[in-house]
């Protein structure tokens, strides 16, 4: 008789019939009597004690609950250090000394929002004109200049201030230098002649300070740095047989970038040999600093090239090796904006599926009628390109293998000439050794013979 148990995972599964049909044999056979209509045995009457289920309905229930085909693990996508446009995706948390950002007032207002900037600037006019209003409105009702508005012989501080609403529009009128000659101050009032110098310096400082906050955050070199672009992915292939990691940089705007120069940053987690895990490392990646190439003259797009040495963090690092590793790539653009001369700055970055090993970029430049034209839609095409997959380093080893052995096999006229001091069995064992090539030395010729690489 069969014993029912109840499933963590769902309904009532009959434990009997679970593991005959793991068998092979028996499931097949299971399975030819259910579409045969029927076991092939004698049939159980209809009064027996339990009968038995179909076995092509309990195998599609066991189905049910066995688990599927195994599914490749998915890479997770490593969080971004810089975004693709160059926003970097880090946040300042915890900062208990808010004061230094009151230290440094004139950064804080270029760096907020433009909302907040506006709520600031219409703010910070609107407050300073219902300040000295009330102030003037206050010198008015101390010396009773309210009182005596229908007296001709009495002398007011201001002419023509009946109420608050006159005093805020004499602030305006004062700060402002509108002066519009209805409202004016007498010299019978020497506490309103202190207050007007008082409220000429202050307001020339609130459009000062304001003023300047405003034309720093119109004319900031953030928004020349939208202009700047750079290619989607980065490739890697043989430039003058090295390997070389490279990407495309270009500018959209007639006005150059004066004094342009590149960086290229290696973002990746290691771990010191005493154990400390630093989680961001930045490693440079030489794009020319020593040979001047970083120094940039950015007329048309222009491929950098970052090339695979001992030097490089890349120099034993092949094809699947890279595809397995996890890094982020984040490139600097620097330069001066011709037009206003301030500093500009563009970054973007590259994870590790963003880097196509064996591919190259398209050309975009050609030669028109009496000018150049970039075409910018071929901007971010690359095309594949026989690339080895084996490390910088084994492809430099090979190559200096290749090389030894040319250099041996090469007789000169003095071993041709002077007796060999090895027996001829000996020297036709050497001669045969000299002559046969591994497979790699094989490959690295062919490749490097091959009519694309000339």
């Known amino acids: 008789m069969s014993r029912v148990s109840p499933s963590p995972e769902g309904p009532l599964i009959r434990q009997t019939f679970i593991k ?7 499931r097949r056979g299971a399975q030819r009597r259910a579409a045969g209509g029927g076991s092939s045995g004698p049939r159980r009457t209809p009064g027996a004690r339990s009968a038995r289920p179909d076995a092509a309905a ?3 229930e066991n189905a049910a609950f066995s688990p599927g085909p195994e599914e490749p693990p998915r890479r997770r ?6 975004e693709k446009d160059g926003r970097c995706n880090v946040q300042q948390g915890n900062v208990r000394e808010t004061y230094r950002y009151l230290t440094d007032l004139f950064t804080t207002l270029v760096d907020l929002q433009w909302r907040l900037s506006l709520l600031f600037f219409v703010l910070a006019y609107a407050l300073t004109w219902l300040f000295f209003g009330a102030i003037w409105w206050l010198i008015a009702y101390g010396r009773g200049d309210l009182e005596h508005l229908e007296d001709t012989a009495w002398t007011p501080c201001v002419n023509n201030l009946n109420g608050f609403v006159a005093a805020f529009l004499f602030s305006i009128e004062t700060e402002t230098t509108i002066g519009y000659g209805h409202r004016v101050i007498t010299d019978q009032c020497p506490e309103g002649i202190v207050l007007l110098l008082l409220q000429a310096i202050l307001g020339s400082m609130v459009n000062a300070f304001m ?4 034309f720093v955050k119109i004319s900031q070199p953030n928004k020349r740095a939208a202009t700047l672009v750079f290619s989607s992915h980065a490739v890697v292939s043989l430039r003058d047989g090295r390997l070389c990691l490279m990407f495309r940089v270009g500018d959209l705007r007639s006005s150059h970038i004066v004094e342009a ?3 290229a940053k290696l973002i990746r987690s290691r771990q010191t040999l005493e154990g400390e895990f630093i989680p961001l490392h930045q490693t440079d990646l030489s794009v020319g600093f020593d040979t001047g190439d970083d120094r940039l003259f950015l007329v048309s797009p222009l491929v950098i090239s970052h090339e695979i040495d001992a030097a490089s963090p890349f120099w034993e690092a092949s094809r699947r090796a890279l595809e397995r590793d996890d890094f982020e790539i984040v490139v600097i653009l620097e330069g001066m904006v011709e037009a206003t001369g301030m500093t500009c700055q563009a970054r973007s970055s590259y994870l590790v599926d963003e880097v196509l090993w064996g591919h190259r970029f398209t050309s975009v430049l050609t030669l028109e009628d009496g000018f150049y034209e970039v075409d910018y839609a071929s901007f971010h095409e690359t ?7 084996c490390s910088a380093r084994e492809l430099a080893e090979a190559a200096a293998r290749l090389d030894a052995h040319l250099y041996w096999s090469i007789p000169s006229r003095l071993d041709e000439k002077a007796p060999h001091p090895c027996p001829q069995p000996a020297l036709s064992a050497c001669k045969s050794a000299s002559t046969t090539e591994d497979p790699m030395q094989q490959q690295l010729q062919n490749l490097l013979s091959a009519p694309h690489w000339v």
């Open 211 to 214: 003023v300047g906050c405003m």
């Open 261 to 263: 120069s590149i960086r």
């Open 58 to 60: 309990m195998a599609q």
């Open 383 to 389: 095309f594949e390109v026989p690339t080895p997959s």
């Open 77 to 82: 996508g490593r969080q971004r250090y810089v």
């Open 20 to 26: 005959p049909l793991q068998d092979p044999r028996r």
